[in-house]
């Protein structure tokens, strides 16, 4: 696996796979990476010749007072964990190189509506951040097909619908979300947990299952189950940003007669904020 810090060095590469017809995956990554991205890679390799990851910590997607100085940095551990999965190059750019006008100096890429609910609501700015990076790694790249869990439901829908209205070249591929084997998401973030915090984490797994099964069963009050469900994130000890359910395709405000949804949930436990989804079908 080659490590490439420099667009110009990455474009002849690429260059050299397409000419020979080669189909090119992308996955793109802020690094500290866990078994989900590397799931990620697998789910690539059985869809490409060739496979690009993509280690980048965004500085555009964190808000003011957000994390961005405390995240990992784990660049080493990264290499090792690609490699082993077959990855064929690492994009790992300096700030400077994706943003050589600096963040005052960026062109923006924004979706309007979706990137201003739910998540985008508590995180002002957030999803311009990822559709901004998403875009320029997607334009430096140039894959066939990117890759992105869908643990990260909103920022999927972000980056589809900027996929469309830009009429952008390629494939965004929705990968299911990865699971501890007691049900919590697999997130980087998962590392700022206590121990105590960590065995409590699996509760926002099971909130939200008991949320889409009254759902399933056909309960559509959906204001009060809401309600219950976030009642039930703070008795166990979190503190949540919100819970609701949405029509699945664009996080609209579902009426009875939507037949697929997702419930989603975002809620700080202790210093680490957590998101899950679920998605449902009604028959």
């Known amino acids: ?3 490439i810090a420099a667009i110009a060095e990455l474009r002849p ?26 799931h990620l890679v697998e789910q690539a390799r059985q869809r490409a010749q060739r496979v690009v990851a993509s280690v980048f910590v965004n500085p555009l997607q964190f808000s003011a007072g957000e994390d961005l100085d405390a995240y990992p940095r ?38 309007p509506g979706l990137s201003d609910i739910l998540c985008g609501a508590f995180r002002p700015g957030h999803f311009r951040g990822v559709a901004t990076v ?30 469309r209205d830009l009429n952008l070249p390629l494939e965004v ?12 998401a697999m997130s980087s973030r998962n590392g700022y947990l206590a121990s105590a915090e960590r065995q409590r984490a699996a509760q926002l797994y099971a909130v939200l299952t008991e949320l889409s099964q009254a759902v399933r069963g056909g309960r559509r009050d959906y204001a009060a189950l809401e309600q219950a469900a976030g009642e039930r994130l703070v008795a166990a000890g979190f503190r949540p940003d919100y819970v609701s359910v949405r029509r699945a395709e664009d996080l609209a405000t579902p ?3 939507e037949r697929r949804l997702v419930v989603l949930a975002a809620a700080y436990l202790g210093k680490a904020r957590l998101i899950d989804n679920l998605l449902i079908n009604i028959d």
């Open 1 to 3: 696996m080659q490590t």
């Open 13 to 38: 590469i690429i260059a050299q796979w397409r000419a020979v017809g080669e189909r090119i995956a992308l996955v793109p990554t802020m690094g500290n990476l866990h078994a989900g991205h590397i």
């Open 255 to 257: 009426d009875e007669r």
């Open 134 to 163: 998403v875009s320029k790694l997607f334009n430096i790249v140039q894959p066939d097909l990117a890759l992105f869990g869908a643990k990260d439901y909103q920022q999927l829908l972000v980056i589809r619908r900027m996929e």
């Open 74 to 111: 784990t660049l080493a551990a990264d290499q090792q964990q690609l490699a082993a999965a077959g990855t064929d190059l690492l994009f790992a750019p300096t700030e400077q190189e994706m943003y050589p006008q600096g963040r005052d100096g960026v062109t923006y890429v924004e979706v």
């Open 173 to 184: 591929v929705g990968i299911p979300t990865v699971r501890e084997a007691d049900g919590l």
